[in-house]
């Protein structure tokens, strides 16, 4: 099974309608965060949280809001889509108290924004 | 204002041959930085790692060199085999105890294509 889950992988929407995505962990990390990957921008950052309490705004957090639930679950929401949000998005987890940087990401979730 | 930045967006390469991904970072406080991998429909996963205190780090076929001076890092990939094909992203850690503290900022990605 793998370590880090997204659901739904793919997701087609209308302009105005609210969704949420959704991250999973088995690893037992600390920290989790939200990216979308966009053709020749690279992975920006959305939002992170260090832990269940922690959650802090990335560089593109306008338009979406995240709630940690567990240490296990980190959900993303957009309140109300609009085209532009149209992206790929991953969710990483890291474990801080390791010593370790490493991000590990999950497959990712496909969004279309009618 | 794009704070690492990887200027060619694809590399082609022959099988066998050496694979050279760059990777350019402007604030000199970035003291660690990582490549990523990506495979079409998979997330970003792990592949090196390199400290500021290094100039070199190794892990078998894979070699990332960092040059503080230049704020330049680069990827080697000796011998280059058609299962590299793949977007590579390389990170930046802000330091620790700023505004940004402990987050990884990436640069845009290269797709190499290894020819068989």
Redesign the interface.
């Known amino acids: 099974d793998a370590d880090?889950t997204q659901t739904p992988r793919n997701r087609i929407t209308k302009t105005g309608k609210r969704i949420m995505l959704e991250c999973s962990q088995t690893k037992g990390h600390d920290r989790m965060y939200w990216?979308r990957q966009d053709p020749?921008?690279?992975?920006?950052?959305i939002y992170?949280s260090?832990d269940v309490k922690d959650i802090n705004k990335?560089e593109i957090s306008d338009g979406y809001s995240v709630s940690r639930q567990a240490q296990a679950k980190f959900s993303l929401s957009l309140e109300s889509a609009i085209p532009n949000q149209t992206a790929l998005y991953?969710c990483?987890t890291s474990d801080?108290r390791a010593g370790t940087?490493?991000?590990?990401?999950?497959?990712?979730t496909r969004l279309l924004v009618l | 204002d794009q704070q690492v930045k990887q200027n060619s967006p694809s590399l082609s390469v022959q099988e066998g041959r050496i694979s050279i991904l760059n990777c350019d970072y402007t604030n000199s406080m970035f003291d660690y930085f990582l490549w990523y991998k990506k495979y079409p429909a998979e997330g970003p996963t792990f592949l090196i790692s390199i400290s500021s205190i290094k100039d070199k780090n190794e892990d078998g076929r894979f070699t990332v060199f960092l040059n503080k001076s230049a704020k330049h890092l680069s990827l080697h990939i000796v011998p280059s085999q058609p299962g590299d094909s793949a977007v590579y992203f390389c990170a930046a850690l802000t330091p620790y105890g700023s505004s940004n503290t402990g987050k990884l900022i990436f640069g845009q990605g290269t797709t190499l294509q290894v020819k068989p």
């Open positions: 880090v990216y020749g921008l690279g992975l920006r950052l992170y260090f990335g991953f990483a801080f940087e490493t991000q590990y990401f999950g497959p990712g």
